[in-house]
Each structure stands twice: as structure tokens, then as C-alpha cells.
């Protein structure tokens, strides 16, 4: 088994590599000069020339790519365009907030997910089990963000129970009490999509296991039904595990639109404004790192997949 | 395997089929680097013939190399050492024209009644395909696959556009052997063909197996780890193990007198009905090895209650017991004690490695 | 599965062993048929896109024209049956021309990677070894990203613009098919009647032809369809956030935007554009429901 984690670790560098390829081109084939972002337009031709050389512009692109990928092994990522600041500094804040929501979203999707999933396989062929299969599809096609803006609606103007925008109060005030406030509508509206997935999925694999002949013979056995239960779960768990841990990388990346909507100071909001801004080391620098996390995501997720599962030991 | 009796036999013969030292081992891998790490022996140095117009059967345990042979014969893969002839020709197809001459002559019934069938493909497509890969056109290869599909017992006007999903196991397995005779081969090898049916209808395709045989002249290579099944249908059988020949010889002979302790054990171990023949124990005791570690010399000595010192030291050549055709593989009815010399015919440069290792 | 296997048995109940056979797209139809939620779904994305063909005739107003007077006038009122947007244009107008952008948006890329994945995908599988290393591991490295995050970087880097968002969906969705493409091939190259189709001595171009495309298409083709509602929501998502179509042409994602401020004032009328991408996504995700459960082959 060690092999297997340690051929997976091996892998995962070429593939990290590859991100990094990625995401330094992709900004290298946006149109339009990175260097008209910082100086107004009518600058003298030798100030554009000089900028250029000095922020390595003149290049070619193998060479550049190799300076940007040792300082960011050095953990630089350069400084903002728009602030003028260390973008880790701002990556590191913004992630913090975005971790906040995805951590609590995952909590709201996956208990809700594994509840409805289990009861519609227990329930299968009857009218529940239709009714969570409709939520479940509803989940998976909502746009999150039109029911972001929905439950911006209900719950902010028109009952104006919770806030709209924001972490915090204007008024400076940053309780607990607050931030959960804050939080509430946000972390269910990202929580629709992982919910709707993750219903689907363990209602067919606890299907799957309960129509196993082994159930069957629990259950002649006379067992109760929760122990029939336990044995079913544990059975049923694997794929529904990977599958919440490749949800909570989704979570991560795909928090933009949600934290667009609620103005929320995330790293998907970051990457709003650096693509208004066309912050070039800004917008790498988010990338990279999400992209980073959701890597090593995987890596964690595969290997915590092929401890529980007996069947997937290697050799 | 050298000095065996069998090889020198087949030096003059005009056999339809020759097999001479065939040898297929499948790589391992694993480890960190994904290298080779052991090799599993799934044919070891068979040799036989098969004769015009017989049946002959190969028998023995899941795992003993049976449907690697069967594919080896067909040319679906490489061997890496020894040779095929058929008809006196090797038959290791060169080019793709040959590989094609060659499977009009020797065709292929699969086991799995179930996954052998093309899903989306209706029983007339799926045997004229054959035809019409050999260059017939559309309406010659079906009226072709009409008249193979009559013979089989399956109404074409009936059953010609229905799907595999509609036909029973038997139905199926009637549409295989009908997609094998479609090109009139001269050789039909068959892979387990009724192992996946009951037993009303094995007895069915089996009596069609021999009125095929009978009418239409073909030769087979019946594989089967039924003993009853060969018993009933083959002239002459061959008893396998862990990849190698444990004897050969006339169905009634290995039949009514097993020599090899295997064979004596595989057919003692065929429940009875007579509840006066209740054994003791069972015959066959254990699990047969690992075939990436097979035990040195004899393979079966592991398991053989009649085991000696020389059955570990090196592994006993297939001789003729007799003059009545029946070969064994066993010290228990040889002299010879000899070292094992180099093989007698070439093998090819991956062979020779793979030989050389397994030294 | 259980609902087909259902299915299944009773068709042999009905016909019999002496009945008409059915070919394999026959089966398809003939458990769509007897599917009424499938159906529906099928007659909601038919309406729709019959709407957005249809836009020119059907709409009552230009989408373009609007007067700041009439600006957000609620649902209902005289002229207006769905309101006025924040400048004054028919919402139902803009809805319906809006319906052309974000179902393009969402469909056609789903197409490209349709293409591109499958063929990627099923050379990979046939070819095996080296060739499928290199293929499926240049498809991981897309894998890193979460695809809101890749479509999102894409499409910042090319610009606003739907042909953008076209061809950053298209490479976002093209991963995904290849591997299923690529798991299919492997899985379909290893039945025994690709065997049986190499013994009759067939050349590789007959074989991938006659036996392997028809078996791998179908999966291939039902994953693609479940993209389809995944699409329409990305789409419309990039749009929102200002990537996709840029104002004034209306799309249902943009229109959500613009009208997002206006909540204060109007709070219906910005319903309407989600609403209308939710039904969309929705009906694609039913009718490839239906479709995988129709499509599922007995061997």
C-alpha cells in the first residue's frame, strides 16, 4: 500500500507542474499587454521599454516562466497590481473566509445529502423516494447564485431577518453571533449543488449495497435492523467519501459566484476583482493556489479512498 | 522441456495441428516503478497433435493454462517460445492477409455465451460479419449465414434480426458455433463452450457439436474442465496442469486407466451417483500453487500422494507408455533420469530470455 | 434501475417468444415512450428552444428598446405582461431573445467536447500504453482545476464574449468525456466478442467500425447529455460575473446581474432570468435521466 501512495505522490508533481504550465500561459495568451495595465496610455515608448525590462517582460516566455516558477517555489508570488501588496498576504486572508463558507456549506450539503440519500434507498419505489429524488435533481440544476439572490429576497429584504452583503457589520461590530449571521444565507446557497450530488450518489450506492445478496443474508438472520444498517453504511461509504472530498475542492474553486452576489471578501471574490483589474499577478496567484489545494485534495482523497476500501489494496 | 518423446514422434506426421514446446508467460507488475517483477507461467512447454477429422479434448482445474492454449492456437497472441504448425505450415501469421488465410481455416467457439455476442449486432450481422470480412458481399455472406444458422438448429426467417439480449444461453451459444462454421474452417477450437449452460441443454449443443463434426468433416480442440463432458464427446484427451502436459491419450485409456496421480485424482474426484462409492477424504487435497511460483521439477508434487526426490529436482518429460499412444509425464513410469538438455527447436529472443530466467 | 429492469421483463411478458424482435434503438424508443417524465422534460426544452428560434415573431417588443420612464414596472402590467427591466426594455421580449445567447452558450460546447473527447478518448483506449498515457495524463492536469475555476480562467484570459465562453466551456467539458470515452473503449475492448471479432481475422479499421463505435457512443452520448444542464448553468454563470455576453444583449445570466441591484425596488422581476435558467438546466437534466435509463443494454 505504501507504493501506491508513494507512486501517487510521484505523479502528482508532473501534474502540479502542469498547472503551473497552465496557468502561467493561459495569462501569457490574454490579449492585451499586462504593461498597459500599469501605465496610462500616452507613456513615452523608452518607459514602456524600461518597465518592460525591468519586470522581464522581454524575454522569451521558457525563460520568464522559469523566473516566476522559482520565486513562486520561494513562496513569492509578486505584488498586486491594484494594491501594490504581496498577493500571498491577500490570498492568504481571502482564503481563510472562503475556507469559512466551504467548510460550513460542506457541513449543511453532506449531512442533508447522506440523510435524504439514505432514506430515499431505504424508502426506494415509494412517494419519498421520488420527492428526495426531485430535491435532489433540483439541487444539481439551481443555479446557486439566482437562489442566492433568491434567498437574498426572502430573508434580507422583504423579512429582513439576515444581512445581504458582507462579513461584518458596517458598524464595525465582529461577534461570533455576527459572523454566523452572516454566514447563514451564503453557506446555503453554496450547499445546493454538493447537496444535490451527494443525495444521488449515496442513494445509489446504499441501493446498490442493500440489493446484495449479503444483506439479505443479515437481514434471515434475524439481525435488527440497525445493525443491517451499520453493515450497509459501511459498505456504501467509499465511493460516497471521495466523492465528498472531490465536492469540497468544488467548494473551494466554486465559490465565485456566490461570494460575488454576497459581496463576500473570499478568494473567488478576489478573483473577481483581479480579473476587472486584469491584476495579472493577482489573478496567477489565486489560481495557482486553489488549483494547488485542489490537487493535493485529490491526492488525499485517493489515498484515504484505497485505506477504506479493501478491494482497492495495490501491491 | 527436452528429451520428450512426444517432439521426436512428431518429426514424421501429417497432423492437421502440430504444437511443438509452446510456451506463453504473462508479466507481472508492480512495485513502485511498475517494473516486471515475476512472470506467470501459463503455458510451460506443451506439445501435442491433433489429427484430421478427431476430437480431441483438454481437461483440467481453472488457472492451468487452458484458454491461453486455446488463444495461443488460435493466434489471438504470441507465443514466446515454440511453434504451431497447421496443415504442415507454421502457422504464425506474418502479415494481416495471412493472419486472415489463416482464420478460414481455424476458427474459434468462445465461453461466455453472454459477452461473446456484439450487444448491438443482430444474429444474421453478427455471422455474416465473418463472411463479409473474407470479401463477400452483403447478400452472399447473409444468404451464407441463413444456411450456417439452419444448420445449427436456429430458424433464420425466426431468429435472424433479433438481438443477443432476446436468445436464451443455449440460443447463444448455437449462434457462436454458427459464426465459427460461417467460413467453413477446417479447425474449430473450443473454449469451454457449454460450461455456462444447464444441463439439459449442454446435451443439446453437444449432440449438435458431433452431427456438425459429422457432416461438415471438421476437426476439434474441445476444452473443458468437465470431465464428463470430454469424456463424452472427444477421441483422444490431454490432461493439464499449471501449464504443463500431465498425460495424453485415447479417451477410453486416461478414462478407464489413469496413469498420472493428477488424472487418477481428477477423475476419482467426479461425485458418483451409486451411494456405495463414498470416499473416504477427498482425492485432491489443497489448492493448486501460485502460477507465478510454480514448485520446482514435477508441479504437481506438491500435491501428489506418491511423491519421490526426484519429482522436486527437475520436472519429468511427457514419454509414451506403451505402444498404444498414451504418453505421461511422471517418474513414477520412467527411467530416465537425465538432466534436462537445451531445447531442440529455436525460440524467438524474448523466448529465449524468458528461458533463460526461468532456469 | 430497478424501474427498467421492470421494464424489461414485461416486454418479454407482452411479446413473447414468438414476437416481433426489436432492434436495440426500437428498445429506446419504446421505454421512452412509456416515460412521462422524461417526455415532459423533452416538450419543456422543445418549447424552449422553439421559443428562442422563434424569438423575432413571438416577442412583443424590440429587446433593445426601452424607455427610463417605464423602468421596472412590476409584473402584469398593461403591454408589459412580465415588467421592464432596469431600463425600461419587455422583460418577456428579452427573455426570449435571451433564450438564444444562453442555450448556445450552453449547448454548443457541450458538442465540441462531445467531438474532441470522444475522439481523444477512444484513440487512447484502442491504442493503449503509451499513447493512452500521454492522452490521459495531459487530460489530469486539466483534472487540477475545479471547472468553475477553469472555465472562469480561460475565459478571464481570452476576454468578455460568448464565442469565449463557447471555447472555454468546450475545453473545460473536454476532459471529462475523454475519460469516459477512454474507460468504455478499455472496458468494451476487453469483451469477448472484440475477441471473437479479431479471430475472424478482420483488419483493426473493420473491427472499430462494425463492433466498437456503435457500443461506445451510447454511454459516451448519455454523459454528455448529463453535461448539458452543467453547461447551461456555467454559461449563464459567466455571463453574471461579466465574461460571457456583455450588455446590452440580453442573456439570462447578464440580465440576473443587472437586475440584482434592483431588488430593493422590484423584487419580482429579477426572478425571471433564473427562473428561466433553472427550467432549462432542469429539463436537460430529466430528459438525460431518461435517456441513461433507456439506453442501459442487457448483455
Not at chain 2, 235 to 262: F, K, N
Amino acid at each position: 500500500m505504501w507504493s501506491y501512495i508513494l507512486r501517487r505522490l510521484l505523479f502528482g508533481i508532473p501534474t502540479l507542474l502542469g498547472v503551473t504550465i497552465i496557468v502561467f500561459t493561459l495569462l501569457h495568451l490574454a490579449p492585451g499587454d499586462p504593461i498597459s495595465s500599469m501605465l496610462p496610455a500616452d507613456a513615452p515608448l523608452e518607459v514602456v521599454l524600461m518597465i518592460k525590462q525591468q519586470m522581464g517582460f522581454d524575454k522569451p516566455l521558457p525563460v520568464q516562466y522559469w523566473r516566476w516558477l522559482t520565486r513562486v517555489a520561494h513562496g513569492d508570488l509578486g505584488n498586486s497590481l491594484a494594491t501594490r501588496r504581496p498577493v500571498l498576504n491577500e490570498i492568504r486572508a481571502a482564503l481563510g473566509n472562503t475556507f469559512l463558507l466551504a467548510i460550513s456549506a460542506a457541513c449543511i450539503g453532506f449531512t442533508m445529502g447522506v440523510t435524504l440519500g439514505t432514506t430515499a434507498a431505504f424508502f426506494q419505489g415509494r412517494w419519498l423516494d421520488k420527492a428526495v429524488s426531485a430535491v435532489a435533481i433540483a439541487g444539481v440544476s439551481l443555479p446557486h447564485y439566482w437562489v442566492a439572490i433568491l434567498l437574498i429576497i426572502v430573508f434580507s429584504v422583504t423579512l429582513n431577518w439576515l444581512p445581504a452583503m458582507g462579513m461584518q457589520e458596517t458598524s464595525g461590530g465582529s461577534s461570533l453571533w455576527t459572523l454566523l449571521r452572516h454566514m447563514i444565507l451564503p453557506s446555503i446557497a453554496l450547499s445546493l449543488i454538493p447537496m444535490g450530488v451527494i443525495t444521488r450518489m449515496v442513494r445509489t450506492s446504499v441501493l446498490e449495497v442493500l440489493q446484495q445478496d449479503f444483506v439479505l443474508t443479515l437481514r434471515s438472520k434475524g439481525l435488527w435492523a440497525r445493525t443491517v444498517t451499520r453493515h450497509v453504511m459501511k459498505n456504501a461509504a467509499p465511493p460516497v467519501l471521495t466523492l465528498m472530498g472531490l465536492q469540497f475542492g468544488y467548494l473551494l474553486g466554486g465559490s465565485v459566484l456566490v461570494e460575488t452576489v454576497f459581496s463576500w471578501p473570499g478568494s473567488g471574490f478576489l478573483l473577481n476583482l483581479a480579473i476587472f483589474q486584469r491584476d495579472i499577478p493577482m489573478l496567477q496567484g489565486v489560481i495557482l493556489v486553489l488549483a494547488t489545494f485542489f490537487v493535493m485534495l485529490n491526492l488525499l482523497v485517493d489515498i484515504v479512498h484505497s485505506c477504506i476500501d479493501p478491494r482497492i489494496r495495490r501491491t | 522441456m527436452s528429451g520428450s518423446k512426444v517432439v521426436q514422434d512428431m518429426e514424421q506426421s501429417t497432423s492437421l495441428l502440430s504444437v511443438k514446446n509452446l510456451r506463453k508467460y504473462f508479466p507481472v507488475r508492480g512495485g513502485l516503478l511498475h517494473t516486471v517483477q515475476a512472470y506467470v507461467k501459463a503455458v510451460d512447454g506443451v506439445s501435442f497433435e491433433v489429427q484430421h477429422g478427431e476430437i480431441l479434448g483438454i481437461v483440467g482445474e481453472s488457472g492451468c493454462g487452458k484458454s491461453t492454449l486455446a488463444r495461443l492456437i488460435q493466434c489471438l497472441i504470441e507465443p514466446d517460445a515454440g511453434e504451431i504448425r497447421f496443415a504442415g505450415q507454421p502457422a504464425m501469421p506474418t502479415s494481416a492477409s495471412a493472419f486472415k488465410a489463416f482464420c478460414r481455416q481455424v476458427q474459434m467457439v468462445f465461453q461466455d455465451p453472454y459477452s461473446s455476442l456484439n450487444p448491438r449486432m443482430n444474429i444474421e450481422a453478427a455471422v455474416a460479419f465473418n463472411a463479409i470480412v473474407h470479401g463477400n458481399s452483403r447478400t452472399t455472406a447473409r444468404n451464407k449465414a441463413w444456411e450456417v444458422l439452419r444448420k445449427v438448429g436456429l430458424r433464420p426467417e425466426q431468429f435472424g434480426r433479433r438481438y443477443p439480449h432476446e436468445l436464451s444461453g443455449g440460443q447463444r451459444q448455437r449462434v457462436n458455433i454458427a459464426r465459427a462454421l460461417v467460413l467453413d474452417p477446417t479447425l474449430v477450437i473450443l473454449d469451454e463452450p457449454v460450461s455456462s449452460l444447464d444441463k439439459s441443454v449442454q446435451a443439446q449443443v453437444l449432440n449438435l457439436l458431433q452431427t456438425l463434426k459429422h457432416d461438415l468433416g471438421l476437426t476439434y480442440v474441445f476444452i473443458s474442465h468437465d470431465l464428463h463432458v470430454i469424456e463424452y464427446l472427444s477421441d483422444r484427451v490431454l490432461v493439464m496442469y499449471l501449464g504443463q502436459i500431465m498425460e495424453m491419450g485415447s479417451t477410453e485409456q486416461v478414462s478407464t486407466a489413469p496413469l498420472h496421480p493428477y488424472t487418477q485424482a481428477l477423475f476419482a474426484s467426479t461425485p458418483s451417483m451409486n451411494p456405495d462409492e463414498r470416499l473416504d477424504r477427498p482425492p485432491l487435497m489443497g489448492d493448486p500453487p501460485n502460477p507465478m511460483h510454480p514448485p520446482s521439477g514435477c508441479r504437481f508434487r506438491t500435491r501428489c500422494p506418491h511423491a519421490m526426490e526426484q519429482c522436486a529436482a527437475t520436472s519429468p518429460p511427457l514419454l509414451q507408455v506403451g505402444s498404444t499412444g498414451q504418453y505421461v509425464a511422471c517418474y513414477l513410469y520412467s527411467d530416465q533420469t537425465a538432466p534436462p538438455g537445451p531445447p531442440l527447436h529455436p525460440l524467438s529472443s524474448a523466448g529465449e530470455e524468458i528461458y533463460r530466467m526461468s532456469q | 434501475m430497478a424501474e427498467s429492469a421492470i421494464i424489461h421483463v414485461t416486454q418479454e411478458l407482452l411479446e413473447g417468444p414468438a414476437g416481433t424482435p426489436m432492434s436495440y434503438w426500437q428498445l429506446v424508443w419504446w421505454r421512452l415512450r412509456r416515460d412521462t417524465v422524461t417526455l415532459t422534460a423533452a416538450a419543456v426544452i422543445l418549447c424552449i428552444v422553439l421559443s428562442a428560434l422563434l424569438a423575432p415573431s413571438l416577442a412583443p417588443h424590440k429587446p433593445f428598446e426601452g424607455s427610463i420612464r417605464k423602468r421596472l414596472a412590476p409584473i402584469g402590467t398593461a403591454g408589459h405582461l412580465l415588467g421592464t427591466d432596469e431600463q425600461g426594455r419587455d422583460m418577456l421580449s428579452r427573455l426570449l431573445f435571451g433564450g438564444r445567447l444562453s442555450l448556445l452558450a450552453g449547448v454548443v460546447p457541450v458538442c465540441i467536447a462531445l467531438l474532441a473527447g470522444s475522439t481523444l478518448g477512444i484513440v487512447a483506449g484502442f491504442m493503449g500504453r503509451g499513447v493512452n498515457m500521454l492522452i490521459m495524463r495531459s487530460m489530469d492536469i486539466f483534472y487540477a482545476f475545479p471547472s468553475v475555476l477553469l472555465a472562469i480562467a480561460i475565459s478571464g484570459a481570452l476576454g468578455a464574449g460568448v464565442g469565449n465562453t463557447i471555447i472555454a466551456l468546450s475545453i473545460v467539458f473536454t476532459p471529462p468525456i475523454t475519460r469516459i470515452a477512454e474507460s468504455v473503449t478499455t472496458q468494451v475492448r476487453g469483451w469477448e466478442f472484440m475477441e471473437a471479432a479479431r479471430a475472424s481475422g478482420a483488419g483493426t479499421g473493420a473491427i472499430i467500425r462494425h463492433h466498437m463505435i456503435a457500443n461506445v457512443l451510447a454511454p459516451i452520448f448519455v454523459y454528455a447529455s448529463t453535461l448539458v444542464s452543467v453547461s447551461v448553468i456555467l454559461a449563464s454563470g459567466l455571463s453574471f460575473l461579466g465574461l460571457g455576453a456583455s450588455p446590452p444583449n440580453p442573456e439570462w445570466g447578464l440580465m440576473l446581474n443587472t437586475l440584482r441591484q434592483s431588488i430593493y425596488v422590484n423584487t419580482w422581476v429579477p426572478i425571471l432570468p433564473g427562473m428561466m435558467i433553472f427550467l432549462t438546466s432542469m429539463a436537460f437534466n430529466l430528459l438525460s435521466d431518461g435517456l441513461r435509463d433507456a439506453m442501459d443494454v442487457r448483455l
